[in-house]
């Protein structure tokens, strides 16, 4: 199923580079989101987009951009990289952007360790 | 608030045994309380979610039940098979401002055979 895909899988930088992780979807869906998985499994939003626009940003440090070139796209791009941005991030879309009505899928998630 | 919180964090049952997991939520506008699994090394996903219009949904060994006025809601496997053993969520809609999903903790359920 690659409903909502992610590139890299795997991600092993050293501190303070940039690096960028890639989403789809193919869903036709309206509403994009990039969650962190921290090691204790801690499920968090980061960011949602509605149709290229930004519509949630959590107090995320402002080295985390991300970019929607489209509906269908929604990257992320991490600049500085530090030991504590160690996580699993997911990319997850919906149809529109009512959480209370739209199923969220998510993406495979990408690993990213910093060194 | 946006606090979910989930118990317990750990459960470990026998195949065939029921399971249930508990979670509370502070935002007594939300309306929407989804469960994800996730396996290990893989990718939550959408097993039952519930609207806060009704107090209880199965579907067919899942079921989850709602109590709005005490703000809890709870996720039930019965007969458990080795297959269940992962990572449950449950999840809340924050209703202020823009609408988001906030999880619980998690729940890492293992099934002993």
């Known amino acids: 199923d690659t409903a909502v895909s992610q590139t890299p899988k795997y991600l092993v930088t050293q501190m303070g580079n940039d690096k960028s992780i890639k989403c789809e979807q193919n869903?036709?869906?309206?509403?994009m989101y990039w969650y962190k998985q921290d090691s204790k499994k801690f499920l968090k939003i980061m960011f949602s987009y509605n149709n290229k626009e930004l519509i949630i940003n959590e107090t995320v440090p402002n080295r985390f951009s991300p970019k929607s070139p489209d509906k269908a796209h929604l990257n992320l791009h991490i600049n500085s990289l530090e030991l504590g941005d160690s996580a699993v991030y997911f990319c997850?879309?919906?149809?529109?952007?009512?959480?209370?009505?739209?199923?969220?899928?998510f993406g495979p998630g990408t690993r990213l360790t910093v060194l | 608030g946006e606090n979910v919180e989930q118990h317990p964090s750990t459960l470990s049952v026998q195949e065939g045994d029921s399971a249930v997991i508990k979670c509370t939520y502070s935002d007594s506008a939300s309306n929407y309380f989804p469960w994800y699994k996730q396996e290990l090394g893989k990718r939550p996903q959408l097993i039952i979610d519930i609207r806060s219009n009704v107090g209880e949904k199965k579907d067919q060994r899942i079921a989850v039940t709602l109590n709005k006025t005490a703000k809890h809601f709870s996720l039930h496997i019965t007969e458990t098979q080795p297959e269940d053993s992962a990572v449950y969520f449950c999840a809340a809609v924050i209703i202020q401002g823009a609408q988001k999903l906030v999880f619980g903790q998690g729940t890492r359920l293992t099934i002993n055979p």
């Open positions: 869903l036709g869906h309206d509403t």
């Open positions: 997850a879309s919906s149809q529109y952007m009512r959480p209370s009505t739209d199923t969220q899928y």
